[in-house]
Nanobody, 127 residues
Framework: EARLVESGGGLVQAGGSLRLSCAASGFTFDDYAVGWFRQAPGKEREVVSCISVSDGTYYADSVKGRFTISIDDAKSTVYLQMNSLKTEDTAVYYC?????????????????????WGQGTQVSVSS
């Protein structure tokens, strides 16, 4: 059974950095794309970034140039490096996986396309 476990969240000052990790098990990155989502209080869950080994990466406009997503296949882990953090980045961050085939669709899709979800990790950015 597929499982995703996030870690790396915490409290950081604006302008600082954090690296989130998503440890995956029960599936391979050849068959699944992995996305990072976030949900702030009172707001909808939104996609932040997504990666597929065959079709590359996607970033929301709000994080382009600041966040970087990557895969370490040997460690079965997806990372989200977050730099130049802003107070508006404060949210619970989730990683999620969806089935994927090369050229099948356009990244990232919607949150409803994702089958497996982690439990989330809190990121808080203070001013």
């Amino acid at each position: 059974e597929a499982r995703l476990v996030e870690s790396g969240g915490g409290l950081v000052q604006a302008g600082g950095s954090l690296r989130l990790s998503c440890a995956a098990s029960g599936f391979t990155f050849d068959d699944y794309a992995v996305g990072w989502f976030r949900q702030a209080p009172g707001k909808e869950r939104e996609v932040v970034s997504c990666i597929s080994v065959s079709d590359g990466t996607y970033y929301a406009d709000s994080v382009k140039g600041r966040f970087t997503i990557s895969i370490d296949d040997a460690k079965s882990t997806v990372y989200l490096q977050m730099n130049s953090l802003k107070t508006e980045d404060t949210a619970v961050y989730y990683c999620a996986a969806r089935p994927w085939r090369p050229g099948w669709a356009t990244l990232p899709g919607t949150k409803y396309d994702y089958e497996y979800w982690g439990q989330g990790t809190q990121v808080s950015v203070s001013s």
